[in-house]
């Protein structure tokens, strides 16, 4: 049982708050390259190096999991939350290799940064909340989180409405709406480790 097992049970915690901590840099290395994109080559690539060593963690985890007999947590829910923060990563990498492409940042690109930043250090908080039981600050954190995700949802609609309202560069505007739907549905994969985090404190709490 996940209670009973401590060691193990932090060991698979400790990695996941590792990449959570390396998803929050890239965030915030995301956030500072769209302030004015003046930089944009140079920060792809410092996301990039972040992305390839949270590859390498995910990797370890997966790994030490297929090892395990019998896990210290539900399987699933390990899974999931190891294949939704790689999601989340893979987003942002995504993003920042797109934005090489584009000439000015926006005010929703900006929002959509300072979200996603937001997001990321819940989720570290997230972890230390569930590596330490503490299953009320966990159930307030899923709940920001969602508030969030739903924040850039509306972000998405309102910015797609005025992006086509009035076109005038065609390529400019496949290249925004692509960056723009990449960056929600980042956040979609944040909100399903809340609903992870959800399922597990019903079964754990």
Known sequence: MFKNRGNRKNSYLQIMADITSMITEAAQLFRE??????????YSKKIKLLESKGDEYTQL???QLN???????DREDIFHL????????????????????IDKSTPSLIKFADILVEICKYLQDA????????????HRIIIEINSLETEADVLLRETLSSLFAD??????????KDIYERLEKTTDAAEDIADVFESMIIKYA
Request: aromatic fraction near 8%; charged fraction near 30%.
């Open 33 to 42: 390259n769209v302030e004015n994109l003046e930089e944009r080559e140079k």
């Open 167 to 176: 076109p005038q560069d065609v390529v400019s505007l496949i290249k925004m």
């Open 61 to 63: 985890l997966i790994k």
């Open 82 to 101: 190891v294949t939704n923060l790689d999601d989340i990563m893979d987003g942002i990498e995504a993003c920042a290799a797109r934005c090489v492409f």
């Open 127 to 138: 972890f230390t909340s569930l590596n330490n039981r503490e299953f009320e600050a966990l």
């Open 67 to 73: 090892k395990e007999y019998f896990a210290p947590m």
